[in-house]
C-alpha cells in the first residue's frame, strides 16, 4: 500500500517537444506528490509539488496533473530542452509524516 | 544558498568493516533523513530523526544502522559491519518542518567489497 508506481522508465524526446511522466499512489493518506529531478552524481533536488486540493500545477515549462479519483499524478515537461535531460522521481507522503516514498523514476533524454 | 553537505562523496570498504556516512544538514532545519539509492533503482527511506531520537525508520534501518547527531551540526549514519549489500549511494535531507521541503545533499557512494 505504499508503493508509488512511475511509468515510462526512460524517455526520449526531441528538442521542443512534450515529455510526459506518469505516477499512481495507492495509500489515500498521501497528501503531498513531489517531483525530483536528479543530474547524474548530485542529489534529488526539488522541481515541483502538488497538494490533492488542486488538480494542477504550473511552474515554467513544469506542470503537475494530479487526478484524486484515480490515484494519478503526472508531470509535463514543455518546450523540452537539453538541460532537462537527467532522472525525475515522483515521491508521495504524508504532510506531516516523515518519509518520502519514491517511485522508480524516469530517465529522460532530450536530443537537441 | 545553504544546502546539505555530506562526507565523503565515495567511501570504499571491505565487507564486515564499520563505516560512518556523515552529513552537515542546513543550519535551521530541525528534521533530518538518511536515503539510500541502490544502483538503478529508487530512493529508499531509511530514518527519520527529530529532537535528537528517531522519528521514524523502515525495515531495511535494521541493527546495524544507527544514527546520531553529536554536535549540534553534523548528522551521522554508522552502519556497524558493512555488507556487499549496503553498497549503494546514502542521501541525507534536512527539512525546517515535516511539511516543507525536504532538501538533499550531493551523497556519499558507498561500495563494498
Known amino acids: 500500500q505504499q508503493q508509488v508506481k512511475q511509468s515510462p522508465q526512460s524517455l526520449i524526446v526531441q528538442k521542443g517537444g512534450i515529455s510526459i511522466i506518469n505516477c499512481a499512489y495507492e495509500?489515500?493518506?498521501?497528501?503531498?506528490f513531489p517531483w525530483y529531478q536528479q543530474f547524474p552524481g548530485k542529489g534529488p533536488a526539488l522541481l515541483i509539488a502538488?497538494?490533492?486540493?488542486?488538480s494542477e500545477k504550473k511552474e515554467g515549462r513544469f506542470t503537475i496533473s494530479f487526478n484524486k479519483s484515480a490515484k494519478q499524478f503526472s508531470l509535463h515537461i514543455m518546450d523540452s530542452q537539453p538541460g532537462d535531460s537527467a532522472t525525475y522521481f515522483c515521491?508521495?507522503?504524508?504532510?506531516?509524516?516523515?518519509?518520502?516514498?519514491f517511485g522508480g523514476g524516469t530517465r529522460v533524454l532530450v536530443k537537441p | 544558498e545553504p544546502e546539505v553537505t555530506q562526507t565523503p562523496s565515495h567511501q570504499v570498504t571491505q565487507m564486515g568493516q564499520e563505516v560512518i556516512l556523515r552529513c552537515v544538514p542546513i543550519?535551521?532545519?530541525?528534521?533530518f533523513y538518511w536515503y539510500r539509492q541502490i544502483l538503478g533503482q529508487k530512493v529508499e527511506f531509511l530514518v527519520s530523526?527529530?529532537?535528537?531520537?528517531?522519528?521514524?525508520k523502515s525495515e531495511i534501518f535494521d541493527d546495524q544502522f544507527s544514527v546520531e547527531r553529536p554536535d549540534g551540526s553534523n548528522f551521522t549514519l554508522k552502519i556497524r559491519s558493512t555488507k556487499l549489500e549496503d553498497s549503494a549511494m546514502y542521501f541525507c535531507?534536512?527539512?525546517?518542518?515535516?511539511?516543507?521541503?525536504?532538501?538533499f545533499g550531493q551523497g556519499t557512494r558507498l561500495t563494498v567489497v
Open positions: 515521491a508521495a507522503k504524508r504532510a506531516a509524516g516523515n518519509k518520502l516514498t
Open positions: 543550519s535551521n532545519h530541525l528534521y
Open positions: 535531507a534536512s527539512n525546517f518542518r515535516r511539511d516543507t521541503e525536504a532538501f
Open positions: 530523526f527529530y529532537n535528537n531520537e528517531i522519528s521514524e
Open positions: 495509500n489515500t493518506a498521501f497528501d503531498y
Open positions: 502538488i497538494r490533492p486540493d488542486v
